[in-house]
Structures are given as structure tokens and as C-alpha cells.
């Protein structure tokens, strides 16, 4: 059955009822700690930038081990040093990077911790 159309009075007290359930319904609810899980993208987002880190490391290692063994003539012997130069410093960038992952959100790295 129909019911009696109803005045701006009885709508606004519905409203009014309604934002108030809302509002104890918000409060009730809990609400998550830290950073939800993450998702497909962010994940691959990650791994990119892992490799690349890596990548240009030994890249750039090998690059400035080259540019020496040019300059000064020898054999590979510096190339072959600062590539492993730059596996370091790659592999070390990369732990840092998986090291964001513990960290919750909004809580400073130990680095930018300020006493």
C-alpha cells in the first residue's frame, strides 16, 4: 500500500536520524592500524624498482671501472673491481628498499629520526 506523501519536517528527522546512525556506526567500526596490503601493481611497482636499483649499480660500476682502465691503460682489472663496486652498492640500495616494506606507515625511518 501507499503511504501519505510526507512533509519537509518527517524528512528532515529521517535525515537527521540517519546521519546520527551513521555517525555511531563510524565509531563501532574498527579501524585498520597500518597500511593495508598491497596490491598487484604496487607490488610489481616494487620489484621494478629493486631490479633497477641493482641494475644501475652494476652498471654504473662498470661504466666508471672502464672509464679508469681507459684512462690509465691497464687491463680490466678496475673494471672488474668497481663492478663489484657497484653489486655492492646495488645490493645495499635494494635492501633499503625492502626494508620499507616493515616499516609502517607514517613512522620516520631510524635515519630521519630526530631526538
Do not use: C, H
Amino acid at each position: 500500500m501507499a503511504e501519505e506523501p510526507r512533509s519537509d519536517a518527517n524528512r528532515e528527522a529521517d535525515a537527521a536520524r540517519l546521519r546520527d546512525l551513521e555517525r555511531r556506526l563510524a565509531e563501532k567500526t574498527p579501524r585498520p592500524d597500518g597500511p593495508g596490503p598491497m596490491g598487484k601493481y604496487e607490488q610489481a611497482n616494487l620489484a621494478w624498482r629493486m631490479v633497477i636499483e641493482l641494475v644501475s649499480g652494476l652498471g654504473l660500476g662498470f661504466g666508471i671501472g672502464y672509464g679508469l682502465d681507459y684512462l690509465f691503460g691497464t687491463t680490466p682489472v678496475l673494471m672488474v673491481l668497481f663492478i663489484f663496486f657497484g653489486l655492492a652498492a646495488g645490493i645495499k640500495t635494494m635492501m633499503r628498499t625492502a626494508g620499507e616494506l616493515n616499516r609502517s606507515s607514517g613512522t620516520p625511518p631510524e635515519s630521519d629520526k630526530r631526538d
